[in-house]
């Protein structure tokens, strides 16, 4: 799919809010940006939202070693060691393999971009200053999984996409930097009005939550509890395959409730196998389950 | 001016002596003025022809000390107020108005082995201000009350030293813009308690809606020996900084695009910030009601955050000019 192609790191996902435009155009939504470059897709006069974000971890250039390695500074420390041996591309079309030295307690300035320069110079000419880079995704598919490297971004955007083919009187927000605190959809809340805003995330297989079993329902996340009505309506319209979880992750199902006017709020996700690791797995029929269930929500509730 | 406002003090939550000396200072060029109940000051000036409207912001505060305790025999333990770290704290001087304290430790020849291995904490200092008492120390501070550093301004070379550079150069910067006049429409707020979460810049700019803005700002610079270049996050003498991203917003592309030409177009010399670690009020002020155009333009500050930080005057002029120019240009952005 062309979509695994669009690099959108967070801070620079204007490609990535093109491409869904254009689609959402083709789908008969009015489709504007705002100006936080946040996409807000409309068809219809309905009150329900669905949203998700659009980035990927953003790695931006700082400098150059004398050797003609990349260093760069990572916004979110966390996934920084996760980014060790992988393969990432600057949105000029630079490529590189994330090398370090170290092998625990890693921090950004402990990694490495080889792009193949072997001086300063000729990094400087290949790769400016500023210029950001994401995990390319690689993609492996066979009839039932997806595998990539940092795919589980793009899973709960096809999961919108499928929704917005067959969804009427719905909003669809597509939100830039979401991994920063879900800054995006906090911007956009203070200007937005919906009366339920249903989000897509992805949640880490484990313990009660499978891969390929289904949609999940998040019943609680790191920041909130999702509203119980809309949470209950949810489980209710994902039918016989459905799951229920919690996670530790902040998935940010509380932004709707304290921003703007405030809105009801509920979670879905989809399950991905080894989550952070390289080559994350998705499961093709957690996709289309999770679609099919916000699909019945609004059905119901429309 | 920046002598003044850096020898005032305003520890975060205490910005009054700072505002009113900014208020005296612009308030007469200015269409309207207001107080929040925030303690942030908002300026309005109309501009020749309005138009656009180019909001700066520049924060008052300053990280300083809060008295938690005074012990039995005269001492006052305290807390930092805004992120500072403990091991530049040992024997420095702080000052609540003319009253001057030491801040120290147990002395070292009583310190037991194990004591003088193990890094000393914010809990084991305490502010010596010479009472022999609680009662004695009792008539002239009360828990609650804040210290700021005991630092005065200095000029030497190029370089400038003084406390809280961050962010009275950005607030010197601010008071300069009021003093001229524009085409466009200018709002100039001054914020209160950015260093403890930018709370004050979450409420000032609420309802401003103005079409850009422009954090003001001291940021780091680690243009130091045996710090390699890609750490040093600026450069002294590199000129004003542009920030492209931080831990708490990601600059508006489009602005920063027209900053950069803008200053390339005028000669002004600038340099990227290279991190995203820290943030500063663009976090608040970007993402207010909708979102906002925001960018950070900064003067670079070694050793911030202590009562000894240092800017170059050049990169202070680099950034007043960049910020005329901005404004004289604001149709265009």
Redesign the interface.
Known sequence: MEIFEILSP???E?NMISYIKAFGESQGYKCNT???G?LICEKGDGKIAVECGVDSV?L?K????DSGMI?V???SSKEVSSLVGKKVKFLNGVVGVVRCDKTENIED?DLNIDIGETDKEGTKEKVP??EFATLCADITENEKFIFGNGISVYAPIITALEVMKNADDTAFLFTT?KK?AG?GL???L???EADTVISINTIPEKDEVKCTEGAVVIIKEKGAVPTEKVRKALIKAGGEKVQVGATEDNLFLDLPLICGKGALTGGVCIGVRDKGKAYEGIAKADIKSAAELILNYINKVN | MLRILTETDGVSGNEKAVRDIIFAEVSSFCSETKIDSMGNLICFKKGRKGGKTVLLSAHMDEVGFIITKITDDGFLKFETVGGVDSKILLSQMVRKGDLKGIISLKAVHLLTKEEREKAFSESDLFIDIGAKSKEEAEKVVSVGDYFAFDSEYLSQRDMIKAKALDDRVGCAVLIDALKKEWDANLICTFVTQEEVGLRGAKAAVYGLKPDFAIVVEGTSCNNMPGIPEEKRVTNFDGGVAVSIMDMGSVANRDLVSKITAIADENKINWQYKASVKGGNDAGAISISEGGIKTASLSVPCKYIHSGVSAMNKNDYLSCKELIEKIIENAEEI
Do not use: C, H, W
């Open positions: 967070s801070g620079r204007e705002d100006v936080f946040n953003a931006m700082i400098g150059e070693t260093k500074s990572v916004p300035s200053m500023g930097q920063f800054r906090k911007a956009l203070g200007g937005y």
